[in-house]
């Protein structure tokens, strides 16, 4: 009996992480049917058994969300895809080992700017991650990794450009042209991880000088 | 660099350095199909090992990086030769800072250290050697953040 391949029914199974959301994705192949199902497993590496994953048994759709269940920091992670098609056929592909802390990609920052006269102050807001504590608090992005920092810019024209950075949330770029436009980039990095995010991009006028009216 | 407090003795390493000669190496090394077993287990982390025991279980897990899995390790690949001589170089380095913690009497081999890194010793001793060493090598991003944890 010669096994038929079946490889063409599933295929690029992988995580996809950003700010520890872990989505599992996954193609059809060239060949498949769309009346094709999946159903995912997942496991902790270093343990035996695989765990069918509520919600994603049997569906058509190409993602499943696995966040809840990969979201122990500590531990690594493996997700299989078993693929069914209507003639009986199917297939089953596993991911690569999954570490959040590894893979995940951090978002460009939550950033409030307050343009005034002369300066433009820039406010980071933290940024709540899907993990919880033992107590069930929250963590943020700067629980998760202890070496994060924030980079400004401040693009005053082509050739000149103010910056800051540092681990506070508030930033202000002092001795700015009143009632001139500005554009800020704020992002966030990590370099235990060599992390960085897009930038977050800001368009701030300062206000008219009222001083001198 | 980074100061890695391990009970009394305290070094400084560049994990990042570390960090990224690995993860040029990651996807380019022979995949660990053992998926059931890991040898650097929850059980028995660097960082829930009480402080004075610290220091002497890392450099025993250095010891065992250095002795059985850098050399041992066989590829074609050149250039991942070379990455892990980088590795092993880097590790030298930590090793020969906690040797100086010893020669200072700040890194003692307690009971709970040295049973640790035998139930390591075991996970390791369960597999074949060319597994045992691949399996190792791709768990060395879980030391990293062992050790990661000691500051």
């Known amino acids: 009996h010669i096994a038929e391949d079946t490889s063409d029914l599933l295929q690029h199974v992988k995580f996809q992480s950003s700010n520890f959301e872990n989505i599992l994705t996954w193609d059809s192949g060239p060949e498949s049917?769309?009346?094709?199902?999946?159903?995912v497993?997942?496991?902790?590496?270093?343990?035996t058994e695989w765990q069918a994953k509520e919600g994603c048994q049997r569906i058509t759709r190409k993602s499943c969300n696995l966040t809840m269940e990969t979201g122990n920091l500590t531990d690594l992670y493996y997700a299989r895809v078993t693929a069914i098609d209507?003639?009986?056929?199917?297939?089953?592909?596993?991911?690569?080992?999954?570490?959040?802390?590894?893979?995940?990609?951090?978002?460009?920052?939550?950033?409030?700017?307050?343009p005034k006269a002369r300066s433009i102050q820039m406010i980071v807001h933290p940024t709540y991650t899907p993990i919880?504590?033992?107590?069930?608090?929250?963590?943020?992005?700067?629980?998760?990794?202890?070496?994060?920092?924030?980079?400004?810019?401040?693009?005053?024209?082509?050739t000149y450009q103010m910056h800051l950075g540092g681990k506070q949330?508030?930033?202000?770029?002092?001795?700015?042209?009143?009632?001139?436009?500005?554009?800020?980039?704020?992002?966030?990095?990590v370099p235990?991880?060599?992390?960085?995010?897009?930038?977050?991009?800001?368009?701030?006028?300062?206000?008219p000088d009222q001083t001198w009216t | 660099l980074k100061t890695l407090h391990l009970g009394s003795c305290m070094i400084t390493s560049s994990l990042q350095a570390i960090q990224s000669g690995f993860s040029e190496i990651q996807d380019r090394q022979p995949k660990d199909e053992i998926i059931d077993l890991r040898i650097l287990r929850?059980?028995?982390?660097?960082?829930?090992?009480?402080?004075?025991?610290?220091?002497?279980?890392?450099h025993h897990v250095l010891r065992l990086y250095l002795d059985r899995?850098?050399?041992?390790?066989?590829?074609?690949?050149?250039?991942?030769?070379?990455?892990?001589?980088?590795?092993?170089?880097?590790?030298?380095?930590?090793?020969?800072?906690?040797?100086?913690?010893?020669?200072?009497?700040?890194?003692?081999?307690?009971?709970?250290?040295?049973?640790?890194?035998?139930?390591?010793?075991?996970?390791?001793?369960?597999l074949q050697p060319p597994a045992a060493v691949v399996k190792a090598l791709g768990e060395l991003d879980i030391l990293l953040s062992w050790m990661e944890e000691m500051d």
């Not at chain 1, 590894?102 to 939550?110: A, E, F, G, N």
């Not at chain 1, 009632?179 to 966030?188: A, K, W, Y």
């Not at chain 2, 929850?42 to 890392?58: E, F, S, Y």
């Open chain 1, 33 to 39: 049917a769309p009346d094709t199902v999946y159903s």
């Open chain 1, 41 to 47: 497993q997942y496991k902790t590496y270093g343990e």
């Open chain 1, 86 to 114: 209507a003639g009986g056929r199917s297939a089953t592909k596993m991911t690569d080992r999954f570490s959040s802390l590894q893979h995940t990609i951090i978002k460009p920052p939550d950033v409030t700017c307050i």
């Open chain 1, 132 to 158: 919880h504590t033992g107590n069930g608090h929250r963590l943020t992005l700067e629980d998760i990794f202890q070496d994060l920092f924030y980079h400004l810019k401040l693009h005053i024209n082509h």
């Open chain 1, 169 to 189: 949330r508030e930033f202000e770029f002092f001795g700015l042209t009143p009632d001139t436009e500005f554009l800020g980039t704020i992002v966030s990095s």
């Open chain 1, 192 to 207: 235990t991880w060599s992390k960085e995010s897009a930038p977050y991009v800001c368009r701030a006028k300062t206000l």
């Open chain 2, 42 to 58: 929850k059980t028995q982390p660097l960082q829930d090992t009480k402080p004075a025991g610290q220091c002497c279980l890392l």
């Open chain 2, 69 to 126: 899995v850098f050399k041992n390790y066989q590829t074609p690949d050149h250039r991942i030769l070379q990455k892990i001589s980088g590795l092993a170089n880097s590790f030298l380095t930590i090793k020969k800072d906690l040797w100086l913690c010893h020669v200072h009497m700040a890194c003692p081999c307690g009971e709970e250290a040295m049973e640790k890194y035998s139930q390591l010793m075991s996970h390791f001793k369960e």
